[in-house]
């Protein structure tokens, strides 16, 4: 049986072991970051299919499915934008203009702002027309759009559960209104890493319309329970992408890695002492930054972009905080082995005049979409890169004054690149719009649907979580929708 000393000396050498190993860590962080082919090395010979060396490689491995998407670009409609003058057409809504809208569709319903008000029907205020060799009805509002009719797959039967902005944001990106759970592009950075070392693996990047502009809380690109290091990194859409990036006076790269060495040993003898992955966090996070500062100015110089790709965005000037100029980073960013790309454009919130406010935030995304989409097929990169369009919910076929309220029971997107059919319509709703009534898409079912393109099985991608093994899909049933997929 062992003595006290006994117990004492095991516990003293243990100590001593894991304290001059701590101490070592700041000397493999600054070796990594003058030479990372040194740690390249370490991991040669090792299976590659989801990420380069040197990055967060993921837990899924071997993936669980042939990978379709290696990257994902989420372009969200944040506000809401109406389905009935984008890619939903309805003209018997259009003939019911102006009247009553029907009690059989509504009664015991969940109404937003229209709860026990009287219902009045609001026709689209513009036409539809068919596009493309497929014929898919697109509103007129969306001319640039409509080019790439045949290129994209639009879902018409959208449903979710969240009739209030904050939390239908949080549905969307997370699967779940409760706080604290991961957002979509925290879940695939975590499942599949990055292909990237010198920038994030999820980015978002929002701007503003000139109305409409429904604020978007950081929460929605949170990393939730899953370890920070998988959480999205907003860059700013105007000036400096990152703040800070570059080195204070009198600070050159020299001793920017010295201290960053020396930040990472102190962190490594903190992790000798406590077990934390928020301290690994920290020092992936002072590495990653060292990096961004190289990589980031590079990214952000648009000097290499020709004047026809700037205006195929129509660009006016880079870097100004618009959507176009955020598709155009969105795109660049792809290029640079990022994972999960969102940009948000704050202008689809309209209670109230519609046709002004929609007419306008078309105006700010639809060049800029189409253009995306065109680049990215030019560059060879359409075909693993998925690209989604579309809103948190979507909009009543009642009228609210001259605007329309929240719905969740029907709304549409659409879906381009990444292993998508081009040219399809899927699901539909009733004559007036108001629900859907054939192959309904629930959130869960894109998110089930978005990880199959990307590879994974979302029944079999989890974390624990209190006890629970806590998925994006919930436990609820989830269906990938294959009929979407080539």
Known sequence: MPTDFDAWRTN???????????????????????????????????????????????????????????????????????????????????????????????????????????????????????????????????????????KIAIVRSLSTEQINHDPAHAFMNSGSIQKGRPSMGSWLLYGLGAETEDLPGFVVMTSVGATGAQPVSARQWSAGFLPSKFQGIQFQSKGDAVHYIANPPGVDRDAQQASIAEVNRLNGILAADRLDPEIQTRVAQYEMAFRMQASVPDLTDFADEPRSVLDEYGVQTPG????????????????????????????????????????????????????????????????????????????????????????????????AGGGIKGGVTYGETDELGYRAVHDEVHVRDLHATILALCGIDHARLSFKYQGLDVRLTGVDPARVVRELIA
């Open 320 to 415: 100004d905080g618009s959507f176009a100029s955020n598709c155009l980073m969105a795109r660049r960013l792809a290029e640079r082995g990022v994972r999960m790309i969102q940009l948000y454009h704050r202008a689809w919130d309209h209670h109230g005049n519609i046709e002004s406010g929609m007419t306008r935030a078309a105006q700010d995304v639809d060049q800029p979409c189409a253009a995306l989409v065109k680049d990215l097929e030019r560059r060879g990169m359409l075909d693993d890169t998925l690209v989604i369009w579309g809103g948190e919910f979507g909009r009543t076929p009642m009228g609210q004054g001259t605007g329309r309220d929240h719905h969740i029971l029907a709304f549409s997107a659409w879906l």
């Open 12 to 150: 003293l050498q243990r100590r001593a072991f894991l304290r001059n190993s701590a101490y070592g860590i700041g000397s493999l962080a600054l070796a990594g970051l003058l030479d990372p082919s040194i740690h390249r090395a370490a991991r040669a010979g090792e299976d590659d299919a989801v990420a380069s060396p040197g990055a967060w490689r993921g837990v899924v491995r071997p993936v669980h499915f042939p990978v379709k998407a290696r990257r994902v670009i989420h372009l969200c409609m944040a506000g809401g934008p109406s389905q009935f003058e984008s890619l939903d057409y309805k003209p018997r809504l259009r003939d019911l203009h102006g009247k009553p809208f029907p009690e059989s569709f509504t009664k015991g319903q969940q109404l937003a702002q229209l709860q026990n008000k009287e219902l009045i029907a609001r026709g689209p205020f513009c036409e539809f027309r068919p596009h493309g060799e497929s014929g898919q009805m697109i509103s007129d509002l969306f001319p640039h759009i409509a080019t790439i009719a045949d």
